[in-house]
Nanobody, 121 residues
Framework: QVELVESGGGLVQAGGSLRLSCAPS????????MAWYRQAPGKQRELVAS???????TYVASVKGRFTISRDNAKNTVYLQMNSLKPEDTAVYYC???????????????WGQGTQVTVSS
């Protein structure tokens, strides 16, 4: 069973930076859209950024200019570089990806377990 494994969360002061990474736990055939979501306490989960296999990116307005999503297609890995962090960025960050595990199998959507990002003021 393949899972998405995230890393890179932690505690940082306002204005600081963190880099999140997410990759499948085992070998897969291909990945399509990969994305980062976040959920703060008492709030709904929101899409932070997404990237297609061709490199087209989208961002929620609140992170534009501060966060950068990127990917390594050879490793089916997605990254989220977070700069100029603010206390309101505090949340659990979840990786999400459309993966095809083997040739001939359907593409399915997967979630990571989440990684905590805490920004202190």
């Amino acid at each position: 069973q393949v899972e998405l494994v995230e890393s890179g969360g932690g505690l940082v002061q306002a204005g600081g930076s963190l880099r999140l990474s997410c990759a499948p736990s085992g070998s897969i055939f291909s990945s399509n859209v990969m994305a980062w979501y976040r959920q703060a306490p008492g709030k709904q989960r929101e899409l932070v950024a997404s990237i297609t296999s061709g490199g087209i990116t989208t961002y929620v307005a609140s992170v534009k200019g501060r966060f950068t999503i990127s990917r390594d297609n050879a490793k089916n890995t997605v990254y989220l570089q977070m700069n100029s962090l603010k206390p309101e960025d505090t949340a659990v960050y979840y990786c999400n990806a459309d993966l095809r595990l083997r040739i001939g199998l359907p593409q399915l959507n997967y979630w990571g377990q989440g990684t905590q990002v805490t920004v202190s003021s």
